[in-house]
């Protein structure tokens, strides 16, 4: 196959992907607008999805956390600085890590979750009922899993944010004899509400981009079993690259200014 | 009195790629009377199906439902007609996150008002219909192959459709089952005066309760008519399929 080919294909490829996300969208959108919401699922989405990503989320902030204060209470401390590292810590988890490794954790277990059920909903024609029953599968699974999503992705960033500043406070205070008070000082310094609420907006882009695109691999899967694979790896990759992506667009957006 | 026209398709032809599987196929659904498709394993039987419920399209030619042309036509207009119209799937589908019982009492629950007791107890009758009452709360993995498709069967019926699109709702069921199925199709079509296409590889039901029959042979109906035309027909396609014989202008 000639380069040229190859190209034009991939370019279809990548504009049928563009016009399946934007019809998926709209066909969301249009069902939240006539408030034709499945709640019973949208809460037994969200509890699932909260509780089961808590525990890895509280982790993965902890050590981060832990890790950002170790790197920067050494330097700090060297050059007669040590009360800057709870704003060091603070920032970058309130700003960036957060909601970031959040996103990457959840788009790692949920997004895959969803793709993979779906795509299993589909090769075993559950799909297929549901439309014949006149039941369409956005309403009836997307819708809920966004929801859930919008919802519980917030509120996951918000422990990861305070875990993730109690973890850099505990190591500061070991390691670099920085107390506690001092820290907090300078994390109230450095950080405004402003900047949680950026974060948290983050945290709902984020939510969107899994949902979405969880949903979106898992009902475009084509081919059994090994289709559901591959509908669930492409979930997860997507999802992060577009995290990142999206991740520094909105930063630049939302902090660029400072 | 001529029959009236429930459903048809219209000179369709479908193909997955480069293989063709139906050619200027036609076909027409007469209301108020069953209509059994038979034709060899893969000869697209159940796409039919699809095709009537709206679930694919075809590369060309037209599908009428009730007067409405299908094609073309956007997912959610399809909506209405699709509360008329049921499928019961060949390997069941069931949704496999709900109980048997949900999934029986999905369409009643989503597309009317009836109150909850009232749904059960309609659920209940669907089920014992099909001689599975004591399923109600079974997830679909407990379930046998044989007890999906019946519930799946049930989850079709239960909302009293138009017009009921069966794949094969007896193949792979023991003889007395078989014949419960094949009485309430009966049944159903008598009662409510409901169309039905059932595709099925079991001539005796098949001469049980068609009215017509229709044969598919390579993407295209080659024999339609009533029953007793097509039991005695001198098609050699026809009779060699009814027979089962390896002779006979179908290759084997
Ligand atoms: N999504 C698809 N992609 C490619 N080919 C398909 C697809 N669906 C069906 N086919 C092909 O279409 C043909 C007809 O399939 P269909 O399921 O309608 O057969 P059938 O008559 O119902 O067979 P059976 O009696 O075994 O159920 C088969 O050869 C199948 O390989
Ligand atoms: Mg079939």
């Known amino acids: 196959m000639g380069i040229l080919e190859r190209f034009g294909e991939r370019t279809i490829a990548f504009l049928e992907y563009l016009g399946g996300m934007t019809s998926l969208i709209g066909e969301s959108v249009r069902s939240l607008v006539h408030a034709q919401i499945r709640y019973a699922e949208t809460f037994v989405q969200a509890y699932e999805l909260g509780i089961g990503s808590l525990l890895i989320v509280l982790l993965t902030s902890l050590f981060t956390g832990m890790v950002i204060s170790l790197e920067s209470a050494q330097q700090a401390v060297q050059f007669g600085i040590g009360s800057l590292v709870g704003g060091a810590v603070t920032y970058t988890s309130v700003r960036e890590l957060g909601p970031m490794l959040t996103a990457v954790v959840v788009a790692g277990r949920v997004g895959s979750a969803i793709a993979a059920e779906i795509g299993s909903m589909v090769v075993t024609e559950q799909i297929d009922a549901l439309r014949s029953m006149g039941l369409s599968p956005v309403r009836f699974l997307v819708v809920p899993r966004l929801l859930a999503l919008a919802i519980m992705l917030p509120l996951l960033t918000v422990f990861a944010d305070i875990i993730s500043i109690l973890g850099g406070m505990w190591i500061a205070q070991a390691y670099a004899h920085i107390n506690p008070a001092s820290f907090i000082a300078s994390a109230r310094q450095a950080v405004g509400f402003e900047d949680v609420v950026k974060g948290l907006l983050k945290a709902l882009v984020f939510a969107c981009i899994i949902a979405f695109v969880g949903c979106y691999q898992g009902l475009s899967t084509r081919g059994g079993a090994a289709g559901v694979g591959r509908a669930t790896t492409s979930a997860v990759v997507i999802s992060i690259i577009l995290i990142f992506g999206t991740n520094f667009i909105m930063s630049y957006l939302l902090f660029g200014g400072h | ?252």
């Open chain 2, 1 to 252: 009195m001529e029959p009236t026209i429930y459903a048809s398709l219209d000179d369709v032809t479908l193909s997955f790629g480069e293989h063709v599987i139906l050619k200027n196929c036609s076909l027409k659904i007469v209301r108020g009377a069953i209509t059994c498709i038979v034709g060899l394993s893969g000869a697209g039987k159940s796409t039919i199906l699809r095709l009537l419920d709206g679930l694919i399209e075809p590369s060309s030619g037209h599908v009428y439902v009730d007067g409405h042309d299908l094609c073309h036509t956007p997912e959610r207009d399809l909506v209405e007609l699709r509360q008329k119209t049921s499928l019961a799937f060949q390997f069941a589908a069931l949704l496999d996150s709900l109980t048997i019982g949900e999934n029986v009492g999905l369409p009643l629950r989503e597309h009317t008002a009836l109150p909850d007791e009232k749904i059960r107890h309609i659920v209940d009758d669907a089920l014992e219909s099909v001689g599975l009452r004591h399923v109600y709360d079974s997830l679909p993995n407990e379930l046998s192959g044989g007890m999906l498709k019946r519930a799946g069967f049930a989850r079709a019926i239960v909302t009293r459709p138009e017009l009921v699109l069966y794949d094969e709702p007896t193949t792979g069921l023991d003889p007395i089952v078989t014949n419960l199925i094949t009485d309430t199709i009966v049944r159903l079509r008598e009662k409510l005066g409901g169309t039905a296409v059932v595709i099925s590889h079991d001539l005796h039901s098949i001469f049980r309760m068609a009215d017509y029959v229709a044969m598919l042979f390579e993407g295209a109906i080659i024999a339609y008519g009533p029953r007793e035309e097509i039991r005695t027909s001198t098609n050699p396609f026809v009779q060699q399929f009814l027979t089962g014989s390896e002779v006979g202008p179908i290759p084997v």
